[in-house]
């Protein structure tokens, strides 16, 4: 199993700046790619930025340019940089990590961008 736990989420107005953290615990051999998803209020959950273990990345359209997906592999963490951020980014993020067909994800942590 892995465990996943997220950090930095909070409440900043529009055009400020959040960095989130997601640190890793258990069995993480074999995973293959690391990640950022959120979820808004009636919405569905949407991939936000993606990471492999070759050090491709993946954005979602409404984020590129603004955000930023990196790793500490030394210290299993994950981290989302967002920039620029407007208030249609408000919403639960959460860390997942992929191994294979499984997902294992954190818990959640409320962004919240005020106009």
């Known amino acids: 199993q892995v465990q996943l736990v997220e950090s930095g989420g909070g409440l900043v107005q529009a055009g400020g700046s959040l960095r989130l953290s997601c640190a890793a615990s258990g069995n993480i051999f074999g995973i293959n790619a690391r990640g950022w998803y959120r979820q808004a209020p009636g919405k569905q959950r949407e991939l936000v930025a993606r990471i492999f273990n070759s050090g491709t990345t993946n954005y979602a359209d409404s984020v590129k340019g603004r955000f930023t997906i990196s790793r500490d592999n030394a210290k299993n963490t994950v981290f989302l940089q967002m920039n620029s951020l407007k208030v249609e980014d408000t919403a639960v993020y959460y860390c997942?990590?992929?191994?294979?067909?499984?997902?294992?994800w954190g818990q959640g942590t409320q962004v919240t961008v005020s106009s």
């Open positions: 997942n990590f992929k191994r294979g067909s499984n997902d294992y």
